[in-house]
């Protein structure tokens, strides 16, 4: 236990804690968001995600769990993320530049009532801001998940959580955990809607 309390690993521990107690406070904000998301998806709206490297990867995560499942049955929802498409993003930025790659595809894809998750651990990634822009001027509902604030991003969309972290592995653990939260709320509202949940187990999914 001393030893860990010590290791670099526990320091890196222990800057998760302290990002997860901040993140904590912002649980009400992200259950709204499932909530409103939830019924823009069951009413035809699409949610679209975007950000770089693991940023990327989160955004992938999102969708998944949304055009698969979460934690329990219900319909599979409308969802896409924009880094996946590998001949768009090269052609996009070889036509216009690396800063269009997400905001050209907001605008191809995006709809008035649709939702735009943009993911930067800095809150300052020229295209995931291109996007946010975007997608306000197109008439999304554009939400953030940022470093620490201020931060263009987060100034950009309609509303943002922001982790109070240094370390960008730091910040990208704790929106791992906005997802998950973000995608239990969405359940939680949909299967509402549908009648009771039926939860798998882990014998019955292989992941």
Do not use: K
Not at 47 to 72: D, K, M
Not at 94 to 106: C, H, I, K, L, P
């Amino acid at each position: 236990m001393t030893a860990a309390r010590f290791s670099p690993g526990g320091g890196h521990v222990n800057a998760l804690r302290r990002a997860l107690d901040v993140l904590m406070l912002e649980t009400p904000r992200l259950d709204l968001w499932g909530e409103a998301l939830a019924e823009r998806l069951l009413d035809g709206a699409r949610l679209l995600a975007c950000g770089n490297g693991g940023s990327a990867a989160e955004a992938q995560h999102l969708t998944a769990e949304l055009v698969g499942r979460f934690q329990a049955e219900r319909i599979p929802l409308s969802a896409l993320a924009l880094c996946t498409d590998s001949s768009s993003v090269t052609a996009i930025a070889n036509d216009y530049g690396a800063g269009e790659v997400f905001a050209r595809q907001v605008r191809a894809h995006g709809r008035p009532g649709d939702v735009l998750v943009a993911l930067s651990t800095s809150g300052a990634s020229p295209n995931v801001l291109a996007a946010a822009r975007a997608g306000r001027e197109a008439g999304l509902i554009t939400w953030g998940l940022t470093g620490p604030e201020p931060n263009p991003l987060a100034a950009a969309c309609d509303d943002a959580v922001c982790i109070p972290a240094r370390q960008t592995a730091t910040v990208q653990e704790a929106h791992l955990v906005c997802v998950h939260l973000l995608c239990a709320a969405v359940d939680r509202r949909v299967l509402g809607c549908e009648g009771p949940a039926t939860v798998t187990s882990p014998a019955e999914v292989r992941r």
